[in-house]
């Protein structure tokens, strides 16, 4: 059976300039567009030139060798010609392989917002496409506000589709700008729109307001729409647009797409999408989605001790597609909802060589709810329980003994009246006969904790001069009766392995301490540290 081509738009340097939050550089641009570019999708969108100096700068050359480059920008205004209007000419100056204007559809818009008439909209529609076409542009036409423009005045709505279409727009794109529009009505207002233009012409954009931006894309193409504009991750204006990573996953792994259409997305870059999904998060210094559905930390993960135990008889009991084909890895997590299927996974994946019926896998899984119970919680902080097992093993050598630390905090007006804050912290430690003393300052009392105990560690010193504390977070945990601190610290070392280790206490200093030491000895462990 011959399959049908769809076509991804992003418009993540576009409509996902508009989310809260998101400020692109010149640079973030650049390398989100070739990011685009190899996972590749049809067309990258590249922003508004003309609207503000970056984009009008992101436009001055093509950044990307694959797919084509879009300008993004308003159809003519009212009362001039799309030949006087500067915003016309920024998108006609843009080093762009396409325009894509964005016009209303809807009668109430044209009369609230544009304040000019019906006519004149359409007249505005047809000059900017013709405009466009003239100087070799692909174009193509959001309708804005389509679907509610739709239910409104049916008429005026497709009056917008068919001049756009009949003065040359290559797409035709039904926007649901608004996010409120729900599946079953885009397969309908889809279907009814395809009457009058081929679906091989129209496209959809879709928003998340209802969280059916996904949904609203696939029935457009169930409908007939061959064109799906999204984002990556579904950034957006308010709630999002549609995510294009879902849509590139679902697309791609799901038969009754797979079947039947093409991308332009290959196997391989599939296998990517996990990757490329966190190195944008990476790039908006934004913490990934772990429940994302495909790429999230969590998409394949499994906590409860029923699931556990199918998946480790056949992963497929719990997954609806395999991690791999999408570059995610499977996780069983160890904690106070799971049982010895959850610790057994672990402890293979850790490299223990344990097998199924082992008392001391149900020690360990007792050990894990005890201190679950206490405010401990492995599931994200595996070189903890790392350590933790490998203590109940007795693989733990007494590397060092930490017999006293004091950390000192001063908050004062130095002479001349400046506020000034001091950390220090002394750490007596003894490494075999050996007792060392070091003090550090710091610029808080857990930094200067960090380095005074990081400093002289005797014979491991060298083992642990590449660590790095590269995250802290710190929680209250209400368990029983009394509020707990609990600290998470994530360490990195020169090799580029980072890990994470947990402290509990009702003292933030004294957890920050326990999840330091655990961090310290883990890594000794992995180094091979011997007495
Ligand atoms: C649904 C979407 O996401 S559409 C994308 C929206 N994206 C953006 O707006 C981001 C970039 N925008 C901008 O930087 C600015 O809005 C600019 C540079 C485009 C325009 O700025 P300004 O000239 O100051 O106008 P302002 O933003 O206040 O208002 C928009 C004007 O465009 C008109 N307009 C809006 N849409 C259209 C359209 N599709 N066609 C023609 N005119 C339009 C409005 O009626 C309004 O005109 P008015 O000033 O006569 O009332
Ligand atoms: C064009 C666009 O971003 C919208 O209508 O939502």
Not at 97 to 102: E, G, Q
Not at 248 to 257: E, M, N, P, R, S
Not at 314 to 340: C, F, I, M
């Amino acid at each position: 059976m011959s399959r049908e081509r769809l076509y991804l738009y992003d418009t993540t340097l576009r409509d996902g300039a508009q989310t809260t939050g998101v400020d692109f550089s010149l640079e973030d641009k650049r390398t989100i567009a070739n990011l685009l570019d190899k996972v590749g999708v049809d067309y990258v969108e590249g922003g508004y030139p003309g609207a503000n100096p970056l984009d009008t700068k992101f436009f001055a050359e093509k950044p990307i060798a694959n797919a084509k480059f879009a300008a993004f920008g308003m159809t003519k205004r009212a009362g001039r010609s799309a030949s006087n209007d500067p915003g016309i000419a920024a998108l006609l100056d843009a080093k762009a392989d396409a325009i894509c204007f964005v016009a209303k559809a809807s009668e109430y818009h044209v009369h609230v917002a544009l304040e000019t008439t019906t006519e004149e909209n359409l007249a505005g529609i047809r000059e900017s496409v013709e405009a466009a076409r003239e100087r070799g542009r692909e174009v193509l036409l959001d309708c804005e506000h389509f679907f509610d423009g739709y239910k409104a005045n049916r008429d005026y709505a497709l009056a917008c589709v068919k001049t756009a279409y009949e003065s040359g727009a290559r797409w035709v794109v039904l926007c649901d700008t608004n996010g409120g529009t729900m599946p079953h009505e885009v397969a309908a207002i889809v279907t009814d729109v395809g009457k009058i233009v081929p679906g091989s012409h129209l496209g959809i954009h879709a928003h998340d307001d209802c969280g059916c931006a996904v949904a609203n894309s696939l029935a457009a193409i169930e409908a007939g729409a061959r064109h799906i504009q999204g984002t990556l991750n579904g950034l957006g204006e308010r709630c999002g647009n549609a995510n294009l990573v879902t849509l590139i996953g679902a697309l791609k792994l799901k038969d009754q797409y797979s079947e039947r259409f093409d991308l332009g997305v290959s196997d391989e870059a599939l296998s990517q999408l996990t990757h490329m999904s966190r190195q944008v998060d990476e790039v908006l210094n934004r913490q990934p989605n772990r429940h994302a559905p495909f790429v999230g930390a969590s998409a394949f993960a499994t906590k409860a001790g029923i699931h556990a135990s199918a998946v480790l008889k056949d992963p497929r009991t719990y997954e609806h597609v395999e991690p791999e084909a999408v570059g995610n890895v499977r996780k069983v997590l160890v904690s106070d909802q799971g049982g010895q299927s959850n610790v057994l996974f672990e402890l293979k994946r850790l490299g223990f060589a344990l097998e199924k019926g082992d008392a001391r896998i149900s020690r360990v899984l007792e050990e894990v709810k005890r201190k679950e119970a206490e405010g401990f919680a492995f599931e994200g902080a595996d070189a903890s329980f790392y350590v933790l097992v490998k203590r109940m093993l007795g693989e733990v050598p007494a590397f060092f003994q930490v017999e006293r630390f004091s950390v000192n905090v001063e908050r004062r007006y130095n002479a001349i009246g400046e506020l000034v804050m001091a950390s220090e912290a002394i750490v007596k430690v003894r490494v075999g006969d050996e007792v060392l003393i070091s003090a550090a300052e710091g610029n808080g009392p857990v930094n200067a904790l960090d380095v005074a105990l990081r400093k002289d560690l005797g014979k491991y010193q060298d083992l642990i001069q590449d660590l790095e504390l590269t995250d802290y977070k710190v929680r209250i945990y209400q368990g029983g009766s009394d509020a707990v601190t609990r600290v998470l610290i994530e360490f990195t070392d020169g090799d580029g392995e980072s890990w994470t280790t947990i402290g509990v206490s009702p003292n933030i200093i004294d957890a920050s301490f326990q999840a330091l030491t655990d961090s310290i000895v883990y890594k000794l462990l992995r180094s091979g540290a011997e007495l």
